[in-house]
């Protein structure tokens, strides 16, 4: 699987975007984008994951460019409760393919 | 959505004891669970992949007769870590996939403490 680069940390003020971005320079054309969150102490929450397009959902929109080399996680209005880890993992689809963490952007939302 | 539900949440337990952790999902079948292990302020590591009526495969480095695992029916796979010992203190967090979505869930990790 392809190995993604993030910032080790971001601040966001609450109610503004945040906009988390990853680099995945290796990445393949079969391996989708995968993003999930880890809030203190709890196991890791799925966000939202696509392949080319553009993809959203209730809880945020993911921007893949179009050579595919980096993605953004955009959360439209943050919350104090969005303050978690957030990780960006790209892996093949389908069967018995797993999950390996990088080590995450730790997102701090501030009132 | 799809539930992962891990048991104990937090467990202590003498050096050189052996404890069980369950994940179970839910409301769905899994024939493949995973397994990670997360020490404090460090990512979540893959320790093994949990296959349902067969063996589970070792991520390279994971001892497997210490990190005992049972993939016994397709909503239940557990966890032993073995003659536990203070460095094994560590947060475990199993994930399950859904097989009709192959969406991956995660339990809400357990707390182990050697003492």
């Known amino acids: 699987d392809a190995k993604t680069t993030q910032p080790t940390s971001m601040d966001c003020a609450e109610g503004r975007a945040a906009n988390l971005p990853c680099n995945h320079s290796t990445i393949s054309g079969n391996e989708y984008v995968y993003w999930y969150r880890q809030i203190h102490s709890q196991g890791p929450q799925y966000i939202i994951h696509g392949l080319k397009n553009n993809e959203t959902n209730e809880m945020a929109s993911l921007i893949i460019t179009e050579d595919r080399k980096s993605s953004t996680l955009i959360l439209p209005h943050a919350t104090l409760r969005d303050t978690a880890v957030y990780y960006c993992i790209v892996r093949v689809g389908g069967n018995f393919n797993k999950f390996y963490f990088g080590s995450g952007t730790k997102l701090n939302v501030k009132p | 959505g799809a539930v992962v539900s891990q048991h104990p949440s937090r467990v202590i337990c003498k050096s050189g004891t052996s404890v069980k952790i369950e994940c179970r999902s839910l409301d769905f079948q899994a024939t493949t669970m995973f397994w990670y292990r997360q020490f404090p302020k460090q990512s979540l590591m893959l320790m093994a992949t949990s296959n349902e009526g067969s063996k589970a495969t070792y991520e390279q480095g994971v001892e497997k007769d210490k990190f005992l695992i049972n993939h016994a029916s397709l909503t239940l796979s557990t966890l032993t870590v073995t003659s536990a010992h203070p460095e094994d203190s560590s947060f475990y967090i199993c994930?399950?996939?859904?097989?009709?979505?192959?969406?991956?869930?995660f339990g809400s990790g357990t707390r182990l403490t050697v003492v």
């Open positions: 994930s399950a996939r859904e097989e009709v979505t192959y969406g991956y869930t």
